[in-house]
């Protein structure tokens, strides 16, 4: 048992989902920058605007991720090149608004899958502290991603 009363050799598969996470979500964070910066045309102002509080989000949610690695006293992924070989979240760039808001949608679609395989192996290990903070993002990125689906619709 370590310091948490959690047992390492169960962590270990936790805290692989978790850093496969953090891959995830630092592309992501990259392309909503991409598209805060690049849209144009009339939805330039309400999508400029959304795709900066998503990246916001992403931002607050990174760091605790990492530090949840941290207080599980393992080693947060940290560089770039990592990020990019183990995410399945993937860069996108395009000029069109609505392929942005789609392939936002789709890159929830890999963080919800993402956080689910974590909140299943966190559960098995006891390891409540992730399953609570990863449950809050859980919630939060599929009521973002019911926002997004509207506005996507017909
Ligand atoms: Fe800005």
Do not use: C
């Not at 963080?111 to 990863?134: C, F, H, P, Q, Y």
């Amino acid at each position: 048992m370590n310091y948490l009363g959690l047992k390492p050799s169960e962590l270990e598969s936790t805290v692989k989902e978790l850093n496969r996470l953090l891959a995830n979500y630092q592309v992501y964070y990259q392309n909503l920058r991409n598209y805060h910066w690049n849209i144009t045309g009339r939805h330039f102002f309400d999508l400029h605007a959304i795709f900066e509080n998503l990246y916001n989000e992403a931002k607050v949610n990174i760091d605790e991720i990492a530090e949840r690695v941290l207080t599980l006293r393992m080693k947060p992924m940290s560089t770039l090149a990592d990020y990019l070989e183990h995410a399945n979240v993937k860069e996108l760039s395009t000029d069109d608004t609505v392929e942005m808001v789609q392939s936002i949608l789709s890159d929830h679609k890999k963080l919800i899958s993402n956080m689910r395989d974590v909140l299943e192996i966190a559960g098995k290990a006891g390891d409540e502290g992730t399953v609570d903070l990863v449950g809050s993002f859980l919630a939060s990125v599929e009521k973002n991603s019911w926002m997004l689906d509207a506005w996507l619709a017909k």
